[in-house]
């Protein structure tokens, strides 16, 4: 059996934790994100775009950038992996805060109320992309103005979706996840190493 050995086509420090804890070897392939600088894969919903459609084309635009930069710099070849996690509400895609201000709207408005946490994960081996998605529910409690400005004073939610991190300080927050655990945080890991055996590297 061949060991999985990954790229990694992401920086999020919760999907390197998810593929350590599961024995997965991999090696972080940094995409273009440089300021004055084309990115890689710019992050931007298309007007009218589903918000299922944009989690999905994201996560594989990230894998296949993955890929083609492997070859670019004449890396071991290797699966790429590429991830993209959002909360939505309403049809709303949340994304990453840009400050104070906005993570504690998006906090404010996600309070009390059931949200949709999607994961896509795309997985570019050879001439394949392989593909698969987790949707996970969570309800949040009630929160206070002060108990989001104590969080938000924290500094935890500026690089996640939605605002904040089940697995951080804000799992107080979380009444009921109804779905994935792993997928909320960033990584579904029976949806990826289903993905993984597919393409010929199982995990167990």
Do not use: C, N
């Not at 999020?12 to 994100?33: I, T």
């Not at 993955?66 to 710099?73: E, F, L, P, T």
């Not at 400050?99 to 999607?118: P, Y």
């Not at 392989?130 to 108990?147: D, E, G, I, N, W």
């Amino acid at each position: 059996m061949t060991r999985p050995s990954l790229w990694l086509a992401s920086r999020s420090a919760r999907r390197q934790e998810l593929l350590a804890q599961v024995g997965v070897a991999f090696d972080v392939l940094r995409l273009r994100v440089s300021p004055g600088r084309a990115p890689d894969v710019l992050e931007v919903a298309h007007d009218g775009e589903p918000a299922l459609h944009y989690v999905e084309r994201i996560a594989r635009s990230k894998a296949i950038a993955g890929w083609q930069a492997m070859v670019a710099r004449g890396l071991e070849a290797r699966p790429v992996l590429g991830a993209d996690t959002e909360v939505i509400l309403d049809g709303e895609v949340f994304g990453k805060p840009a400050d104070e201000r906005a993570a504690k709207a998006m906090l404010a408005r996600l309070a009390g109320r059931t949200h949709d946490v999607v994961t896509a994960v795309a997985l570019r081996w050879k001439e394949e992309t392989h593909f698969a998605m987790s949707a996970s529910k969570v309800t949040l409690a009630p929160l206070s103005r002060a108990a989001i400005a104590s969080y938000v004073a924290s500094r935890e939610p500026f690089d996640k979706a939605g605002g904040y991190a089940i697995q951080g300080r804000a799992a107080v927050f979380v009444a009921r996840l109804d779905g994935s655990y792993s997928g909320v945080m960033g990584l579904p890991l029976a949806e990826t190493a289903a993905l993984l055996a597919r393409a010929g590297f199982p995990i167990l």
